[in-house]
């Protein structure tokens, strides 16, 4: 049983208090353990370094043995790498998140059949998304959905509009999931289950769309022209 600090020297504490096991028999004193708990917690760089010269600086004033600088350097680089990957690994949900959000925000939906300056692609798959307003919108006493329209129908429109909007998102997330960029053909249903209880579904097909390119020089064509600004070959208007 160890009864010094390996890294400082000093006498270990007998009340059980924090240490750091390096390995068999090389145990770090409470303050030194407290240095290795500080590595693991901080992220700003400065503060690693500086906690880093610390604890090397007590192994030179401990005179410490080649064998226990293996063992701290060892351990400070192996909390160095978790924290690098810890931190790799944050950037990289980041950056998952971000492209989430922008494909979200590029993603277009019509009730109609196609989108001006695109091209259908792909056609994937239905999809559709559904929403409940539940009884707690009105009060029990309402009997009727005509008695809604009949007091509050702006309200109810409001409620409504709400509804087909969080359903709406709901199809577009099930588009996503396919990997579609669009919805097309996107229809509304309103069901009353009963006096209080109102589904909304939506349904469309998902696609990839892409914008219009030159047959000729594969420049980008925007809607509404008729000959290519790069080349100048004739646009054939897609025809549906
Ligand atoms: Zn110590
Ligand atoms: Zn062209």
Known sequence: ???????????????????????????????????FRKLKEFDDKKIIDKYEKELLGRLDENNASQEVRNL?????ENIKRV????EKKKELEKQRKEQSIRKRNEFMVTTGYNFEGYTIKKYLN??????VLGTGMFSEA????????GTSSEEFGKKISKAKE?????MIINALMLGANAIIGIDFDITTFSNNIIGVSTNGTAV?????????????????????TSCGTKIEKETK
């Open 1 to 35: 049983m160890a009864k010094c600090c390996c890294i400082c020297g000093r006498k270990l504490g007998i009340f059980g208090e924090e240490r750091y096991k390096l390995a068999e028999e090389y145990i770090a004193c409470y303050s030194c353990a407290q240095i």
């Open 72 to 76: 701290v350097e060892n351990e400070i």
């Open 83 to 86: 924290k690098y990957e810890a």
């Open 126 to 131: 239905l999809v559709h998304g559904e929403n």
């Open 142 to 149: 309402s009997a009727s959905i005509a008695d809604i329209f």
């Open 166 to 170: 969080d359903a709406q998102e709901k």
């Open 208 to 228: 990839i769309i892409d914008t219009n390119v030159c047959p000729n020089c594969g420049k980008k064509v925007l809607e509404n022209e008729s000959f290519c």
